[in-house]
């Protein structure tokens, strides 16, 4: 894989499918420049939302040498229950485990006492154990028994008609064989069955959250399958003969080839590209800290990027059910432009639900009739109807006028203008709940951080969030409604391998096998490696981190450490002591065990560079548009505000709220007391007006 755009294809395509558009970047590697355009989501075709965002560019895609993709198909398969037919191949005496779970009730639902669980991803008739077992050290106590397994599978297939079986057998982790053998036997006798194993996906300890892993990756796999295979047929129709890859959760992507073999990493890849991108933009713009804060259509996503990198995890929950997967550590909220705000019991209520794509907000005159943020936002004057999407699309500014005032207004005795920005309140409370989970609750002074507002409605409501929170500073990226696109085209890529390996770091009367740890430690970096080079990376510039899983003996919760070989145990243990004590607040006494070693392969790819953008005399009387009148929250009034054109601002440029800066796409508000300085990359840096 070339670092750098070749002479022969120039371009770079990035696209981001959100809840209501899709979102495509064009990066031309000769100048440097990018190009934005949206199209609206098709869920029930969403290839051709992508197809529709890539025409809506007219970039020629026999010039294109990369085309990389971040897609929320996995999840709302899951969330929509649209996912395949679904069997469990695991142990005899086992087949429950999945079914039962951990038995707990969900944080939201603790105190509900008529809690019911949704209904589940597989049946039970689906499900069966199979004879042959391992102990808890690996060792084989029952070989397979392949006549169970032949019975087990014509069961499945033939009787029940599953077209996806997932096999995790209990302790497998430690000797994955049994697993290996069954899937090729599956494979031999049904080739149209697609089969996960769970070894390939987490080789890691806890059967339930690996059984887990192992069916929600059976259970998106075909549909996500069929879905890339038509976006690379229209594609490829178009004329692109590039590389094609899609954004991994964790961060970085990997090959369209591998994420059909196994989804699961991509399935909560939708704000990914947003985090890559705030990272690179902590890097260039001198942030170490950094609050990246997503709203589009239908969510709401934050994320920490703490000491120049973002916080990673390697366990998620999705619906529930948990996944062990690296991850982001994303706070996620519906709510988003397209929630839909209700009065329940006399109370206002806004999200989670949305009125997404289809029909969308009630502005959008596509059949929406419950007001939306969107809605609110048009009727307080925030959002220009005739400039939406750069003029091509109108908004019906009546229409949500009269939505709010008969579903809102009218029912809490409110002025319209007063009900909509109730909206903006309920809305707003909610986001720092979000963020007060990933800051406050961890120890994080919130005004320590810069705030990174991008997707559609980041800029609308991330001032507010910062008067809010005391946050000193918000940032505002170019075209923030495709900064998670224009962060793709900065994404590694990646590849995560580990083993579960269970044994204390410091006890002097049972010392851990230090050769045997770096040679297990080997054997992932060189599956790593393996699986770069699979997916185009050229070995010698394939980078591989080292890691180790490490908790207090006792303890349920892990700590990551970096480590190099040969291994200093003393060292390893110095720093997950710190760690937890900037964590915790304490360290402690116990002795520390190794609970999972880790290793990340990662290509590297070239960044899209910032460029400085003219400086200008500090005047932006070159931008100003006119004025606007519009709902002012620093006074809960309305106001006049001044309008800039964003494209017309130049660095150094530097005025005071009430103002609307208005770039087609997205608009960033700007309160009184608020104040706003472009720095010199063109970004919008918001600051209290006292900081001047």
């Known amino acids: 894989m070339t670092p750098e755009t070749g002479p022969e294809r120039p371009y770079r395509l990035a696209v981001d499918i959100g809840g209501t558009f899709v979102d495509a970047m064009e990066l031309d590697g000769r100048a440097g420049t990018v190009r934005f355009r949206k199209a609206s989501t098709t869920p029930t075709q969403p290839w051709l939302g992508v197809l529709a965002a890539v025409e809506a560019l007219g970039t020629d895609l026999a010039q294109v040498e990369l085309f990389i993709h971040g897609t929320t198909l996995g999840l709302n398969a899951v969330l929509e229950r649209r996912g395949g037919t679904t069997g ?24 509900d006492f008529q809690y019911q669980r949704p209904p589940g991803l597989v049946q039970r008739r689906h499900t069966a154990g199979v004879r042959g077992r391992l102990d808890h050290r690996g060792r084989n106590v029952e070989p397979l028994d392949e006549d169970d397994l032949r019975a087990a599978a014509r069961r499945l297939v033939e009787d029940e008609g599953v077209g996806s079986i997932a096999i995790c057998f209990v302790h497998s982790y430690l000797d994955p064989s049994s697993e290996q053998r069954a899937a090729e036997l599956l494979q031999e006798w049904y080739p149209q069955v697609t089969v996960s194993v769970s070894t390939d996906i987490a080789r890691e300890y806890r059967e339930y959250e690996r059984t887990s892993t192992t069916v929600l990756e059976a259970y998106i796999r075909p549909i996500f399958e069929h879905y890339v295979e038509e976006l690379e047929r229209g594609l490829a129709a178009r004329g692109f003969a590039g590389r094609f890859l899609i954004m991994r959760s964790g961060g970085g ?27 690179y933009v902590a890097e260039a713009l001198g942030r170490r800290n950094v609050l990246t804060f997503d709203i589009g259509g239908t969510s709401l996503d934050a994320c920490v990027i703490e000491d120049g990198a973002a916080v990673v995890t390697h366990e998620a929950e999705l619906e529930h059910y948990p996944l062990l997967i690296p991850t982001y550590d994303i706070r996620t909220i519906g709510a988003g432009g397209g929630s839909i705000a209700t009065i329940e019991r006399g109370l206002l209520k806004v999200g989670p639900r949305s009125a997404g794509a289809e029909p969308g907000p009630v502005c959008y005159g596509r059949g929406g009739t419950e007001p939306t943020v969107t809605d609110a936002s048009v009727v307080l004057g925030y959002v220009d109807p005739g400039s939406f999407l750069a003029g091509a699309m109108r908004l019906h500014d009546e229409a949500a006028r009269d939505a709010v005032c008969s579903r809102l207004a009218e029912p809490l005795a409110l002025p319209v203008e007063q009900a909509a920005a109730g909206v903006l309140d309920v809305m707003l409370a909610r986001t720092v709940g979000a963020v007060r989970q990933i800051t406050v609750e961890r120890g994080r002074d919130p005004r320590a951080f810069s705030l990174l507002a991008f997707g559609g409605a980041g800029p609308l409501i991330a001032p507010l969030l910062a008067r809010e929170m005391g946050v000193g500073e918000v940032i505002v990226p170019f075209a923030p409604s495709g900064f998670s696109a224009w962060g793709m085209l900065s994404a590694d890529v990646v590849t995560d391998h580990s083993r579960t390996r269970m044994e204390t770091l410091d006890d002097p009367d049972r010392p851990a096998d230090l050769d045997g740890l770096a040679a297990e430690l080997g054997e992932l970096a060189a599956a790593g490696r393996a699986a770069l080079v699979d997916q185009g990376v050229d070995g010698d510039a394939a980078g591989l981190e080292m890691q180790l899983e490490l908790r207090y003996v006792g303890q349920e919760h892990a700590l990551t450490v970096p480590v190099e070989l040969p291994i200093d145990p003393k060292a390893v243990a110095a720093e997950f002591h710190a760690q937890h004590r900037s964590r915790y607040g304490h360290a402690m006494d116990n002795r520390v065990q190794i609970l999972t070693s880790r290793v990340r392969g990662t290509g590297r790819t070239a960044r899209p560079e910032l460029r400085a953008v003219p400086a ?28 800039y054109d964003r494209a017309l601002l130049e660095a150094g440029d530097t005025f005071a709220g009430p103002a609307l800066v208005d770039e087609g796409t997205s608009t960033t508000v700007v309160h009184s007391g608020q104040l706003v300085t472009v720095e010199e990359h063109g970004y919008l840096l918001v600051t209290p007006e006292e900081a001047r």
């Open 88 to 111: 469990i191949i695991t142990n005899a005496g086992l087949r429950d485990i999945f079914l039962i779970g951990r038995g707990n009730v969900p944080d939201d639902r603790m105190y």
């Open 616 to 643: 200008g005399d500090g005047d932006p009387a070159q931008a100003f548009v006119r004025h606007r009148a519009a709902f002012d929250f620093g006074t809960r009034a309305q106001a006049e505000f001044a309008v």
């Open 253 to 279: 992507s990997m090959t369209s080839a591998a994420a059909r073999r196994s989804p699961t990493p991509t399935v909560l890849s939708g704000p990914a590209g947003g985090i890559v991108g705030g990272a």
